[in-house]
Each structure stands twice: as C-alpha cells, then as structure tokens.
C-alpha cells in the first residue's frame, strides 16, 4: 500500500505494517495508516466512468475487470486504475519515493552522474517543501508541485530562503567548464530536460522537464526566489500581457490592410476593364467615383 505523509506529500511504500498502527515520515510528521477498507457504496469505473459498487469485481457496462484500493492522501476506496481521487483529487499513480535511514534520495544527480557512477543525492525538507540536493555540486531538484507552491506563497518563499542558505555547501561547486550549455536528463524519466530562461526576464536558465520537475544549479533556486520575492514574477506576467495585446493590435490592423487592398484591387480591375472597352467618358468615370466614394 502506498501511503502519502500529510506534511511533506512524500509517499511511502507501508505494505506489510498492520493498518491503524502509526507511522513517522522523514520529514517527523507521523500519521496514523489506513484501516482496511470498508464498502464505499458506487465509484465510478476507471474504463467508461460507469457506477459500480465497490463489492464489483467487473464492470457491468463495459465488463473492465475491477480491484479496489485506497487513495494514498485521504485513504478513500476508489478502482486501481483511476488517475485521481474522486473525493481529494489527489493523483493516485504517483510512485512513491524510497529514502534511506542517511535521508539519501533514490534520485541521481543529473549534473553530476555518469554512467560509469552514480552520485545519489540528499532529501531534505526546506519550509514544509521536500527537495533533493546533490553534495558535491550543490544542485538542486524540484518537484513541479512544490515549486509551483513557493512560487505562489511568500512565507514560503522567505522561509525557504533561510532554509537554503543553511544547506550544507558543495563539495565542488560548478567551474566555467562545467556550465557550458548542457542538455541534462530528469533524474525521474532520463528524458532530455528543456533550457529556459525564468520567466523569460530572470536572466536564471533553468533545466525543466515538464512532467516531473525542475533542476536548478547551485544558487540558481535562491536567485529565482529573491526574483520572485522582488516582483519579477507580476512584472513579467504583465509584460506578457501587454505583448499579447500588440500582437492582437499588429493583426488586427494587418487584416484591415488586406481588406482595403482586396477593395482598391476590385477597383483597380474595374478601370482595368473599361480601359480594354476602348477608354472612359468622363461622365461614366464620375459616376462611377460617387457610386466608390
């Protein structure tokens, strides 16, 4: 059973503890675990949304085969095989993380790791946010969650600022060389994580994959939070703004040039034709002008 910690949403794998006894997370929260499920009455089927009743061991509608298990946040019965709790909304195929008695991550250092060596690196809880940081080049994983929560809350934004600069400091902190542009791998996925600029303004690269988590090279995430704290973040939503405006403005006009030169091109062909005719009369030409104008 995979069980989330209600302070730091880090999940661990309890299979085998007997329900209802306590457990202690990394991060000092302790929690009591779930009993064993009870009849939830109807849920909806992973496979076409259909009720069915938790004592089901098929879907009725579109005969998908049906096996109960509980959320890992709020301990709700739902189908294995739903994305999400349909009473917390939590996501449910989250996998949980493991973690050594020493705090050491089952993460790798992205910057840091090769295959010929593994550079493993160091949980720690940073203002209520679980984070990974690597000892020997002082970078630091991010889940999206938790970044997107010190991005949006300011106590959390100064607490984590203390909190990081009483990180432990790298054993070899990144030269020149090492910052050349380099394309690193998740440490989640080993996908090719994506370079950009925070926030477009920052002047902070960051390495970003978008379905786990974001990278930041030593004292990278500090720079982002100070940039944040000081209001870039506003500034740099409302520029974009603005360049979405001009841009709604630029076509706007373009489309009523393209209108207009459709309009004097029809004209255009008119004297064209009447020209071909065997030439205006003046009359002919005045009317038409008033007719145009």
């Known amino acids: 059973m995979i069980v989330e910690c209600p302070g730091c949403h880090l999940r661990h794998d309890v299979t085998g503890r007997p329900p209802g006894t306590r457990a202690r997370c990394r991060c000092g929260t302790g929690f009591r675990l779930p009993e064993s499920p009870a009849e939830a009455g109807r849920l909806a089927c992973p496979g076409c949304g259909a009720p069915c009743a938790a004592s089901k061991r098929s879907c009725e509608y579109c005969g998908a085969a049906l096996a109960t298990a509980r959320c890992p946040r709020c301990f709700a019965t739902l189908f294995r095989g739903a994305k999400h709790c349909g009473r917390c909304g939590a996501a449910v195929e989250v996998p949980a993380r493991a973690l050594s008695e020493q705090g050491r991550s089952e ?126 973040l506003e500034e740099a939503r409302r520029r974009d703004l603005e360049d979405l405006a001009e841009e709604e403005r630029r076509l706007r006009l373009e489309a009523q040039r393209e209108a207009a030169r459709g309009a004097w091109s029809g004209r255009a062909d008119y004297f064209d034709e009447a020209r071909a005719g065997g030439g205006f009369r003046l009359l002919d030409v005045a009317k038409t002008l008033s007719r145009l104008l």
């Open 107 to 232: 993460r790798q250092c992205p910057r840091c790791s090769s295959p010929e060596r593994a550079v493993p690196m160091v949980a720690h809880i940073v203002a209520g946010t679980l984070l990974d940081q690597c000892d020997s080049c002082g970078g630091i994983w991010l889940d999206q969650t938790a970044f997107e929560r010190l991005s949006e809350e300011s106590r959390a934004q100064r607490g984590a600022l203390d909190a990081i600069g009483g990180l432990p400091r790298p054993r070899a902190p990144l030269g020149a060389d090492a910052r050349k542009v380099v394309y690193l791998a998740c440490p989640d996925c080993d996908a090719r994580m994506t370079r950009r600029n925070f926030a477009k303004r920052s002047g902070v690269i960051i390495d970003v994959c978008n379905a786990h988590g974001i990278w930041f090279d030593d004292e990278e995430l500090a720079k982002i939070l100070e940039f944040v704290r000081g209001g870039g």
